[in-house]
């Protein structure tokens, strides 16, 4: 806690230091319009993407492959702003099968470049499409690319684009999580959570994946989340059960509190932001899940208690719990060789509703440092789930006993 107090106090490290440090170099780039050609440059927005860029990136294993046109096919916003690429590749490259269709990631904003590259989740995403994502057995997109700049904080993340490579559906607010999808994705959890389960490789190897204990208490302080929560739940009253609206003294307090598990727990990876919106569904109907900058490890009921709360309706939520939790703790018994008694798992997952209700209210009312990171009406609709999960399984006492 002292170290994080640290960094926000560090002038150097702190917001309007960092914003105005950034802000310069966006205007010099306004300016000079730098071209991104080589394999160390990091584009300062997708404008500066060259097909020699694309071409030192993509195709240094293939000699001879060259890019030598690329298309633009859809952009949107967002915590990072996000496009869709069609390459055209000369002979040895079309030979060689190198990707055609990717996607980018990027932080081409001051908003942006203090949401993803100050916070780091936009490095700490390219590090998992480069270095973990090529052992995992799930259904997400492949990784080709990832650089980041330290100093201007500026970062691209190139991956699949599995709309066209695997005819993938995006998930929203809208979507009906079925049964049988539902079942996906918590298979796709357990085995997520099972591939570096209480591994010694979670403190070398991949060291750098921040424990969510400390993601979560670091974050707070900067973005001074405790205020903006409290802000939160009195807009979002209306749809928040009265129960919860009732005790909001207790809900951050308890949401430190709930933290604690993420340290004395066992511990895997977590993606952190499970919510509807970060999943899709291919064209042969496999659940896949995309957007890995809230990566960290921690204690699996973090993104079980997320995805449950937030992806399913209330009544669907209540009726399929119990057995979906089952049938995660099963699949991830199997897999890890260690059996996670029910009744306990029930209690974590109870708790755990208060980081999932964390994460939604900072997305309602939120420093001016972040993005609108959704519309409204889909932050007040989830909102109102994970607050009725909260209601329904009394988390507030949860955490208390």
């Not at 994080?4 to 010099?28: D, I």
């Not at 490095?123 to 100093?151: C, K, S, V, W």
């Not at 977590?270 to 496999?286: E, M, P, Q």
């Amino acid at each position: 806690m002292a170290g994080a107090q640290a960094m926000v106090k560090n002038w150097s490290n702190a917001p309007a230091a960092v914003a105005l440090r950034v802000s310069r170099q966006l205007l010099r780039d306004r300016i000079l319009q730098p071209k991104a050609v080589t394999l160390e440059d990091v584009p300062s927005s997708v404008d500066a993407i060259t097909p020699a860029w694309w071409t030192a990136i993509l195709c240094a294993e293939t000699p001879g492959a060259e890019v030598i046109g690329q298309r633009l096919i859809s952009a949107s916003k967002g915590t990072h702003q996000r496009h869709r690429f069609q390459l055209t590749y000369n002979e040895k490259g079309k030979e060689a099968g190198l990707p055609e269709a990717v996607f980018t990631k990027s932080l081409p904003t001051l908003v942006t470049r203090m949401m993803g590259g100050y916070n780091g989740t936009a490095r700490a995403e390219g590090q998992f499409y480069m270095r973990i994502r090529p052992g995992l057995n799930i259904e997400t997109p492949i990784g080709y690319h990832a650089a980041f700049d330290r100093q201007t904080l500026a970062c691209v993340n190139v991956m699949e684009d599995t709309a066209a490579t695997k005819n993938a559906h995006f998930c929203d607010a809208q979507t009906r999580v079925s049964r049988e999808m539902a079942e996906d994705m918590i298979d796709l959890l357990a085995r997520l959570h099972a591939h570096l389960y209480e591994s010694p490789r979670l403190e070398s190897e991949f060291r750098w994946v921040a424990n969510f204990a400390d993601w979560f208490r670091i974050g707070s302080l900067k973005m001074k989340t405790e205020h903006y929560t409290q802000q939160a739940v009195k807009r979002a009253s209306a749809v928040i059960p009265r129960d919860i609206v009732d005790q909001r003294n207790r809900i951050w307090p308890a949401t430190i509190a709930a933290a604690s598990i993420h340290e004395t727990g066992p511990r895997c990876l977590l993606h952190s932001d499970v919510h509807i919106g970060n999943w899709y569904r291919t064209g042969d109907g496999a659940m896949g899940l995309c957007d890995w900058q809230c990566l960290t490890k921690g204690h699996w009921s973090r993104d079980v208690s997320y995805m449950l709360s937030a992806a399913l309706t209330p009544e669907d939520r209540r009726a399929w719990e119990r057995d979906l939790l089952q049938r995660y703790l099963v699949r991830l018994s199997v897999a890890v060789g260690s059996d996670i008694p029910f009744d306990q798992a029930w209690d974590d997952y109870r708790r755990q509703m208060l980081h999932a209700f964390w994460m939604w209210t900072i997305t309602l009312c939120h420093s001016p440092y972040l993005p609108a990171m959704q519309t409204e009406a889909t932050t007040l609709k989830t909102i109102s789930r994970i607050a009725t999960a909260m209601s329904d399984l009394d988390s507030l006492s949860a955490v208390a006993n």
